[in-house]
């Protein structure tokens, strides 16, 4: 159907079929015309791919008390044929190849999660998990070993920042459509990436650094890189996410932020009053709501994690939230950290 045909679709319908597109398209879509980007951002695309159960979350807890330290998977996700949308939160069995690599750098693609090697040990293995089989394959090796590296997502690429000790391939990208590596543009200076979090924004790797208190940012179309303040104030490496290109943080004292990029500042979430301050957070975007994931200490040697979903608005004034009601997933042993908050979709 060309496009032209398409757009003289009622929305109900329109809807109705973009729900059923890979969500990892829908960056492609946007792109195409206005109308799209209308639609594929739209509050009722998210109502129906929560009605067909498209999107979950994939959490994991690091058990500290191990060296390696295990991981603990998890899942969030709509509860089948229940009309009030509740989320279900069930373990998963994924067990990862190879041990000494339980702390690789994830990114979550489609239905897919990769799982680039090369965290405290040299490595240029590439592992990936298919949330609908269950199970991992090994993909294609990187073109040199990396370690302390900083990765993200950018259009179909995985890109892979720094580490290499050897400094001639500073940064290459894995294309997700042709399965194959390629060398990216060259870093303009050698610099450490290793950072508290990464996330990507504005087609750039952005390295988020607790030392300094600073976002180091490395553009995938020409190499160059620029960098820009945090507050200063304590959050956590889970706590931070990009949803629409916007990025948000938690912060333990001032609550949910967000980086206005035009105007190079933070500036607060609105309408969040009744959200009290809470600590070790984890987020990620959840059927177009932001999922704000955090920790009670329950007595004993238990602790709670409890859930809430924020809807963000847009306006000329800047972003408010609106969070519903929190959602008790479950109690877990004190030694469990939060680790990694992954959105996955099909």
Known sequence: MSQSKFSSLPEDIAWRVLARVPKCKYPVLACVSKNFGYLVRSPEIHKIRSLLRKDSLYICFMDKTNRPQTPHWFTLRRTENDPLENDQFVSVDLLFPDNDESNSSLIAYGPEIFFICGAHVHSSNLWVFDSRSGEFRQGPSMNVTRTYKSVGLVGSK?????????????????????????????LEEEMTWLSAATVSLDRKVCALKLVGAYALCYDTRD??????????????????????????????????????????????????????????????????????????????????IWCRMIALNRSEDGISGTAE??????????????????????
């Open 223 to 304: 190499g160059s890189c620029t960098s820009f303040k945090l507050k200063i104030d304590e959050w956590w490496k889970t706590g931070a996410c990009v949803i629409d290109n916007v990025l948000y943080v938690y912060y333990a004292r001032l609550g949910l932020m967000w980086y206005d990029s035009e105007r190079a500042l933070w500036r607060g979430v609105t309408g969040l009053d009744d959200l009290k301050k809470v600590r070790s957070v984890g987020m990620a975007e959840y059927y177009g709501k932001l999922a704000l994931l955090w920790k009670e200490h329950s007595g004993g040697a238990t602790k709670d």
């Open 158 to 186: 995985i890109f892979v920042v720094g580490g290499n000790m050897d400094g001639d391939i500073q940064a290459e990208s894995f294309d997700l459509r042709t399965q194959t590596w390629e060398p990216a543009p060259s």
């Open 325 to 346: 009601s929190a959602q008790l997933l479950g109690s877990f042993p004190r030694c469990f950290r939060l680790h990694r908050v992954l959105s996955v979709s099909v």
